[in-house]
């Protein structure tokens, strides 16, 4: 494992056969990844992703970063996905109240709710009194239906991301 410094203080991190020619370009942080520009004919520019670069990640397709890290883009940690695979293993929204992905408190009946997105619709798990089992309830849907996808809370939590 080898490190590309970018812009902003960020390092990506890349497999030492892939240093080499990663090196020959100017890397920088966008958003939260790693990038660059191409320029192309006539005076346009192309902006190229590192970890899309490393998977020769064809147009239509993405690249799923499997520990949730950005800039960590060793092979192991990349696989070529749909945009709906994606999606299954984002983290828990930035508004979140509970601490947990997929639970929310229900106010009405004061009790925590537990729901996954499928396809872009919300599927209701249950309301539970306790917030460690709704987590759960959420854990164990996100891994049957998500499969390898599946971004668990207990996973979340012990996923130490560096940024």
Not at 140 to 157: D, P, W, Y
Request: proline share 1%; glycine share 6%; net charge positive.
């Amino acid at each position: 494992m080898k490190e590309i410094p970018l812009t902003q203080s960020k390092i990506a991190i890349v497999d030492d056969d892939m240093f080499e020619e990663l090196s020959k370009h100017k890397w920088y942080f966008e958003g939260r990844y790693a990038a660059r520009i191409s320029s192309l004919h006539l005076g346009k520019q192309k902006l190229i992703r590192m970890h899309r670069t490393i998977c020769s990640t064809p147009d239509g397709m993405e690249t799923d970063h499997i520990n949730g890290d950005k800039l960590d883009n060793r092979r192991e940690n990349l696989r070529i996905c749909t945009r709906a695979e994606n999606s299954r293993n984002k983290r828990k929204r930035a508004h979140n109240t509970s601490g947990y992905k997929g639970v929310y408190w229900y106010k009405r009946d004061k009790k925590w709710e537990a729901q996954i997105e499928i396809e872009g619709k919300n599927i209701h798990l249950g309301y539970f009194e306790d917030l460690l089992n709704a987590a759960r309830a959420y854990d164990a849907a996100a891994i049957k239906l998500h499969g390898s996808f599946a971004r668990t809370n207990f996973q979340e939590v012990n996923c130490a991301i560096r940024e």
